[in-house]
């Protein structure tokens, strides 16, 4: 199974700063037939059910505010807020699709500072 | 608007059994493949299963924890989708989430783009 590793845990974050959060998988999920990164980002927030943020590790889903951006490759991968609003608190999880189990990270929850 | 709505969550006993339904809508059912994702009380997410399109072979895959306990079915006619949970265990507990691609499908089939809002199951004696 491959494993996906979030850090940090938590992060408080002042309105209008930059969070980022990091995810690292235990094994490439990078499919080199189609040089893709088989990884998405999620968000939840208290009492709802996840919402697709961004897929293949950097592409937005439609409606996402351009503020969110994914990037990375390989293992190593970045989730970054660059003007957090106060909407955005929620916990934010990584998962890979680059194989069955699909597994996520342990989440990152964001507050404000 | 693609809708996911879960149903048949409850209290159940150690050992017990209970059927999920998940009804779908909006979207093209039978093309879909469609997953059981799992959120313990306070905790992360877990992928339990999915269930491939009949056109993709309609087979099923499970995590390791569910295994040989968990069924996930689909009725195509009835567009929805069910997981049938035997021999439960404390651990089980938790909301599940019925999820699928919905209009990333075009992406990766794979992809859990829509969510429902969740059932919660709770196995307690």
């Known amino acids: 199974d491959i494993v996906m590793i979030q850090s940090p845990d938590s992060l408080a974050v002042s309105l209008g700063e930059r969070a980022t959060i990091n995810c690292k998988s235990s094994?490439?999920?990078?499919?080199?037939?189609?040089?893709?990164?088989?990884l998405a980002w999620y968000q939840q927030k208290p009492g709802q059910p996840p919402k697709l943020l961004t897929y293949?590790?950097?592409t937005r889903e439609s409606g996402v505010p351009d503020r969110f951006s994914g990037s990375g490759s390989g293992t190593d991968f970045t989730l970054t807020i660059s003007s957090l609003q106060a909407e955005d608190v929620a916990v934010y999880y990584c998962?890979?699709?680059?194989?069955?189990?699909?597994?996520f990270g342990g989440g990152t929850k964001v507050e404000i500072k | 608007e693609v809708q996911l709505v879960e149903s048949g969550g409850g209290l159940v006993k150690p050992g017990g059994s209970l059927r999920l339904s998940c009804a779908a809508s909006?979207?093209?059912?039978?093309?879909?493949?469609m997953n059981w994702v799992r959120q313990a009380p306070g905790k992360g997410l877990e992928w339990v299963g999915r269930?491939?399109?009949?056109?993709?072979?309609?087979?099923?895959d499970y995590a390791a924890p569910v295994k040989g306990r968990f069924t996930i079915s689909r009725d195509d006619s009835e567009n929805t989708l069910y997981l049938q949970m035997n021999s439960l265990k404390a651990e089980d507990t938790g909301v599940y989430y019925c999820?699928?691609?919905?209009?990333?499908?075009?992406?990766?089939?794979?992809?859990?783009?829509?969510w429902g809002q969740g059932t919660l199951v709770t196995v307690s004696s």
């Open positions: 269930i491939k399109s009949n056109t993709d072979g309609g087979t099923t």
């Open positions: 909006g979207f093209t059912f039978s093309n879909a493949w």
């Open positions: 999820t699928t691609a919905g209009a990333m499908i075009g992406v990766v089939k794979w992809l859990l783009g829509v």
């Open positions: 998962q890979q699709y680059y194989n069955t189990p699909l597994t």
């Open positions: 293949w590790a950097s």
């Open positions: 094994q490439s999920v990078l499919y080199s037939s189609n040089n893709k990164n088989y």
